[in-house]
């Protein structure tokens, strides 16, 4: 019996891979089963990549096999495809559950409530799928006849944007559907966003598409009473509040109630338009078993007033957030940090990063050595920022990058070489600024203040040095990943160093060209010091010298430390 035209396991291709030069969209079931000859996933936006992977293939594979082991996630990397008894299985549970992936469905349309109706009786056009994507009274002129006339979707490219939209939707008030008792005057308020907006994404990513989808399998077994959306009834009208009940329920997460407008027939149809309400939201925070996000540990200790009385230190636990902008390898800080370790216990607060579980596994991989060193791992990282209200989409964040598998342990030379080329790099950046700010004294201005944690106003001389350094770090991880023996890594810190020296010399030469003659003559600053009031004086001299005496001071591979060398740095650090 032939599958029906609007079956997405066997007749419509909407999973985008790569297979060689070729970008082409496949089925669910070939997409699984022959992932191991396509290079990975080919989506129009990287915001799509987590969407996909956490809606439908992750989670297809965990129910078919009832949970995946250390031991059987090894034995499939090292295969690099599905065995027989597993690949039967996913077939068996596609068969099985092949009703309920029915894109256009009268009774069960996959990912959407049947029948659903907007309590003011409005459709919206396809681009409300896209939250990034100006509509409505946000669509600037210039674009105003894309938002009148939108194009319709593609049934493959509509079930791609339903997806995302699941993760990445915003916030705030929502439209009601009929039907839904907890609506007041057609809407819902205070919705929550998307299950992935509050975080930084990061995502693994292998050799082949079936290497990604085992990388981004959470392993252990099934929590009691979890499983994804599509094993459960028909969505309808009314949402919950609840928490998750394990993995494949989070995963698979419906924060919206959906309905695709389509026209046309069978093999023809597209989708014109779109209901969209409120959805199911979860209790507390992320869940701890939130596959894809680092975190960020804070400990803030509280000292009583009472000299008796013992110092109090409350810990939190919140996911890492990508600053917008930043390249992914900015955060290797976050993503290489296994243990979850306080910096200093003497400060009154702490924060130390905790990578993520995918990562973390890879880590034990590597350690055991079902993962090879050598293996050519890479991450992509995504993110999305919002207005206070979390109603509009401010900024989209994307990167990827290599990531050496034996950086993630800290028994491997690796780490160290990663971490020492990652803190140079931003030490540079910091010294650059430093460059800046004392020329901008001695000309009589004023640096802007900075907190901690918090980006700049203005764009800083550090901005343009780290865009220069980016290519080098990246092919020094990339180099990294191939597990280079020591010699050859020295070798690569000393011609790494050597790139850097000329791009941050070249950034510093444009601060300081054709400076008028009060940068040298300098200026006199009275600023508080150790509680006291001193004379400082900024001029063009003292800035250079600064600046040099810091870039050798991090590039100890072109500059080695020697007892001369340490006694000048004292002094210039006095």
């Excluded at 949402?239 to 919206?256: A, F, I, M, N, S």
């Excluded at 939190?316 to 370790?341: C, H, K, N, Q």
Aim: proline share 6%.
């Amino acid at each position: 019996m032939s599958a029906p035209d609007d079956c997405l396991i066997d007749r419509i291709g909407w999973v985008p891979v790569h297979a060689g030069d070729v970008t082409l969209e496949v089925p669910l079931r070939r997409a699984l089963l022959e992932g191991h000859v396509l290079d990975g996933l080919a989506a129009e936006s990287p915001t799509l990549v987590p969407a996909i992977l956490r809606q439908v293939l992750v989670p297809v594979v965990l129910a078919a096999l009832d949970g995946v082991t250390a031991e059987e996630w090894a034995d499939m990397l090292a295969l690099g495809r599905f065995t027989d008894q597993q690949a039967e299985a996913i077939n068996r549970y596609l068969t099985e559950h092949a009703d309920a992936f029915r894109l256009f469905d009268t009774t069960r349309p996959f990912g959407q409530a049947a029948g659903l109706e907007h309590a003011h009786g409005a459709v919206k056009p396809v681009t409300a799928l896209t939250c990034f994507t100006a509509s409505g009274a946000n669509t600037p002129l210039w674009d105003i006849e894309r938002a009148l006339f939108p194009q319709p979707l593609r049934p493959g490219a509509a079930v791609q944007w339903m997806l995302h939209t699941q993760c990445w939707d915003t916030g705030g008030i929502k439209g009601a559907a009929v039907g839904d008792g907890q609506a007041k005057d057609g809407k819902v308020y205070g919705s929550q966003k998307g299950a992935l907006s509050g975080m930084g994404v990061t995502v693994p990513v292998g050799r082949t598409l079936f290497d990604t989808i085992v990388l981004n399998l959470p392993l252990g077994p099934r929590a009691a009473g979890d499983k994804p959306v599509w094993e459960g009834g028909p969505a309808g009208p009314q949402w919950v509040v609840r928490r998750p009940r394990g993995v494949l329920d989070w995963l698979t997460w419906q924060g919206r109630r959906i309905r695709l407008v389509h026209q046309g027939t069978d093999g023809a149809r597209v989708v014109t338009g779109v209901v969209l309400a409120a959805g199911d939201q979860w209790e507390g925070g992320l869940p701890e078993f939130e596959p894809h996000t680092c975190w960020v540990n804070r400990a803030v200790t509280t000292v009583p007033k009472s000299a008796k009385a013992k110092p109090k230190t409350e810990t939190s636990r919140f996911p890492y957030r990508i600053r917008p902008g930043r390249a992914a390898w900015r955060g290797l800080d976050a993503l290489m940090a296994v243990e979850r370790t306080f910096a200093s216990s003497e400060r009154q607060t702490c924060l130390a990063y905790e990578t993520s579980l995918l990562l973390s596994q890879a880590a034990r991989a590597v350690l055991v050595g079902d993962l090879a060193a050598d293996y050519p791992l890479r991450v992509v990282t995504c993110s999305m920022g919002y207005d206070p209200m979390g109603s509009i989409v401010q900024d989209v964040t994307s990167d990827s990058m290599p990531l050496p598998a034996t950086a993630l342990c800290a028994d491997f030379r690796m780490r160290q070489s990663v971490v020492r080329v990652h803190g140079q790099a931003e030490a540079l950046g910091v010294a650059v600024d430093r460059l800046a700010d004392h020329i901008l004294l001695a000309l009589g201005g004023r640096p802007e203040q900075v907190k901690a944690g918090e980006d700049p106003k203005g764009q800083r001389q550090s901005s343009r040095l780290l865009h220069l350094l980016e290519p080098y770090v990246t092919r020094f991880l990339a180099g990294c990943s191939t597990a280079p023996d020591d010699e050859v890594l020295d070798r690569a810190h000393l011609a790494f160093e050597t790139l850097v020296e000329r791009a941050v010399l070249q950034v510093a030469e444009d601060v300081l060209h054709r400076l008028p003659g009060e940068a040298f003559n300098g200026r006199v600053v009275e600023e508080k010091r150790g509680g006291k009031d001193v004379k400082v004086v900024y001029r063009q001299v003292e800035a250079e010298r600064f600046f040099r005496a810091a870039v050798r001071r991090q590039l100890t591979y072109l500059y080695p430390p020697t007892e001369t060398g340490k006694g000048v740095e004292k002094e210039l650090a006095a």
